[in-house]
C-alpha cells in the first residue's frame, strides 16, 4: 500500500480522540515544544517531523540513560499521543530502551520516524525495535519489510 491508496486507507481506518487529549505548545523561555496538560521532563522532546507528502507529524522521543538500543512505536487506532504517553515512559523505563512514540497513518509517516532517528539521534538500523499496534502495524511491517 503507497501513494494513493495508503492516504485513502489512513482516512477510512484512522480515528484519532476527538478532541485530542493532550496540545503541543511552544515554551517561550526555552523555546521547547511541549505536551500539556503533561509535566515536563528532561529526557523527553517533542518534535514536528516532515513527511515526504509535504504533511507534518507530532512524535515523542524518550531517552533512557542506559538504553542500547530505541523501540520505534506506531500506536494504533482511536488513540494519540497524549493517550499513550505515559505508557512510552514507562516503556522506555521498564525495557531500558529510548523511545520514539508516533502515529502511522501512511508510510509516510514511519519513514519521517525513521529517519528522524538516524539523522537527529545517530541511531543505527541495527538498533531499532519496530512496533506497530492495530492500523500502526500496516506502515511498521512495510518499514521492517
Given at each position: 500500500m503507497g501513494g494513493v491508496a495508503s492516504s485513502m486507507a489512513a482516512k477510512f481506518a484512522f480515528f484519532p480522540p476527538n478532541p485530542p487529549s493532550y496540545k503541543v505548545v511552544t515554551d517561550e523561555f526555552t523555546a521547547l515544544l511541549l505536551?500539556?496538560?503533561?509535566?515536563?521532563?528532561?529526557?523527553?522532546?517533542?518534535?514536528?517531523?516532515?513527511?515526504?507528502?509535504?504533511?507534518?507529524?507530532?512524535?515523542?522521543?524518550?531517552?533512557?540513560?542506559?538504553?542500547t538500543s530505541t523501540l520505534l512505536y506506531s500506536h494504533g487506532n482511536a488513540a494519540?499521543?497524549?493517550?499513550?504517553?505515559?505508557?512510552?515512559?514507562?516503556?522506555?523505563?521498564?525495557?531500558?530502551?529510548?523511545?520514539?512514540?508516533?502515529?502511522?497513518?501512511?508510510?509516510?509517516?514511519i519513514e519521517a520516524a525513521y529517519k528522524c532517528l538516524e539523522e537527529s539521534y545517530g541511531t543505527k538500523q541495527e538498533d531499532i525495535i519496530l512496533y506497530g499496534q492495530s492500523v500502526g502495524s500496516g506502515p511498521t511491517l512495510d518499514l521492517a519489510a
Open positions: 505536551p500539556t496538560p503533561f509535566p515536563h521532563r528532561k529526557n523527553v522532546e517533542v518534535l514536528k517531523l516532515p513527511t515526504r507528502r509535504g504533511t507534518e507529524i507530532v512524535a515523542i522521543y524518550i531517552r533512557h540513560p542506559m538504553a494519540d499521543l497524549g493517550q499513550m504517553y505515559e505508557l512510552f515512559i514507562e516503556l522506555s523505563i521498564h525495557l531500558r530502551v529510548n523511545l520514539m512514540g508516533q502515529v502511522s497513518r501512511t508510510h509516510a509517516d
